[in-house]
């Protein structure tokens, strides 16, 4: 019984047990899914589903020989492709369940980095261990790296960025500053949704921390230097000078179409194809509005016309600025998906409430011990800036830009992390109240 409390308060090689739990947990998760589970038709889950399908089809691409002039890599950076033709080379066979297995160890680094960044931020041994459990058990965490979508590469160095952000807050070394940059380009390469986050890591620092504007510098330098290449690469295949072309086609065909829809009462269909005549209007290349429907949109996702991201902003934001309420409104769909529930644990039926428990309980004491440090005297800034920040900005991106329509938990595993040394800490809080001794 010693043995169990002594593992369970992280006392008992925490490493060896986070890495044991995190890589069981997803390969149980591996066996149930690709082996066990079957749907109607008797076929068993995809690596592939939805939009994991166009990453492995970059990966193929590459794994081929083949440069970047693919169009589909004009909306989805090439980390992810990259990874899985490594695997698919490496291990001589190009079957997606080798390269999500290879995905596991990955998910489970995923655990071992948040007891690392707990560590960095001096928790208690037991909230340290506590907090890479949390994430080793999270059910968005491990499914999402049962396909081959690029949400866990990103992850990972998202954490990663953390580190160095915790060691240039205290240190103000400039080799911190540029491995938090290149981390953060590294996050991007695989997600594009990390493309401003050294802004608030920026700003933040800079108010935090006396004398910051040469590792500021340095950070931005080499974040730069690690994205620009992609850039160019869109201006020279495509003639736009963007990092990827699914932020803006996501804020007129899914925001401005969410907005409207709620405004007007037309249906997303509807007003997908009207969308895509008015937009082929200002472009001066329309054809009759009985020429459209809802599949019309997709001609914008890649296109070689400079004007066509700008004319999509455009036209989202007069939708936005004519229905402000229901812009509003609509937020609020988003933000309940990214916290609610994950769409892949449908194929669990009535076993799914255990996640929304889970998750409840963990935003409960998240909450909790956010408040308590935001409130604290003696405010923990570095504990704030590296749990309160990546939560904020990776909440507030798929809610302004109306992320697409298969939003779910997945958005929120770029914080969870975040969240869980939070929890973690509200344990330890709970666990000293209510036991005689403190633990440590």
Partial sequence: MSTIKAILLGRHNPLLVLIIVS????????????????????????????EASTYEILGRQLLSGNDLSHELFAYRPPLQPMFIALIYLVSGSTNPLIAVFAQSFVSAGIAILTFIIAKQLRLPAPAQFWSGLIVALDPASVIIGMTLMAETLSNIFLAISIIFVIRLMRYQNMRDAAAAGASIALATLARPTAIYYWVPIVLAVTFLVPGFARNAATLVVVFSIGVLPWYLRNHIYHNIFTFSTVGNFDLLFYGAVSVKSKATGQTPQELEAQFAYELDHRLNQGRNRDQYNYSSKWKFLVSDNPQVNSEISQMALEVFLKYPLEYVITAFRPLIKIYATTSYLNVLGPL???????????????????IKAWTNRNRNHILLVTTLLPIIYFTAIPVLSRAGSGMDTRARTPFTFAIAILAAQSIYWIWNKYNDTEIS
Avoid: C, M, Q
């Avoid at 890589?23 to 939805?50: E, Q």
């Avoid at 799914?352 to 956010?370: C, D, K, M, P």
């Fill in 23 to 50: 890589l069981l947990v997803r390969w149980a998760t591996y066996y149930y899914y690709y082996l066990v589970y079957k749907d109607i038709g008797g076929l068993h889950f995809s690596p592939t589903a939805d």
């Fill in 352 to 370: 799914r409430g255990l996640e929304i428990l889970f998750n409840l309980t963990l935003y409960i004491l998240g909450l909790f011990a956010a």
